[in-house]
């Protein structure tokens, strides 16, 4: 059981990255009921970016991405992405996917990190300016 993120890189700022998040030894959409995208820059704790609660259908975005990342998934591909759009030199971070057993790991409107039990390994964003 395990979750691998992918697609990171070094990028400009303004420009798109979209991040890959391929689950393997489970189907997401048969036991997971939380999907969340999380970040950490070094020396800054890490930070809840966006999620999706299967059960509900509810999204949550972080007011720092909100309007420029965007979750989604795609059951029949197991993965799930995460697209960056007008990156700034913020952004910067390495970024992980986890995924949650109950839908309380995104609802109503929190982001709680302590409720993903399945973590990926993390990719490196970096935004150059």
């Known amino acids: 059981v395990q979750l691998q993120a992918s697609g990171g890189g070094l990028v400009q700022a303004g420009e798109s990255v979209r991040l890959s998040c391929a689950a393997s030894?489970?189907?997401?959409?048969?036991?997971?009921?939380?999907i969340g995208w999380f970040r950490q820059a070094p020396g800054k704790e890490r930070e809840g970016l966006t999620c999706?609660?299967?059960?509900?259908?509810?999204?949550y975005s972080s007011d720092s991405v909100k309007g420029r990342f965007t979750i989604s998934r795609d059951n029949a591909k197991n993965t799930v992405y995460l697209q960056m759009n007008n990156l700034k030199a913020d952004d910067t971070a390495v970024y992980y996917c986890?995924?949650?057993?109950?839908?309380?790991?995104?609802?109503?409107?929190?982001?709680?990190?302590?409720?993903?039990?399945?973590w990926g390994q993390g990719t490196q964003v970096t935004v150059s300016s």
């Open positions: 999706n609660n299967v059960m509900g259908g509810q999204t």
């Open positions: 030894g489970f189907s997401l959409d048969l036991k997971y009921y939380a």
């Open positions: 986890a995924a949650g057993d109950t839908g309380f790991g995104c609802y109503n409107g929190r982001q709680e990190p302590d409720e993903y039990d399945v």
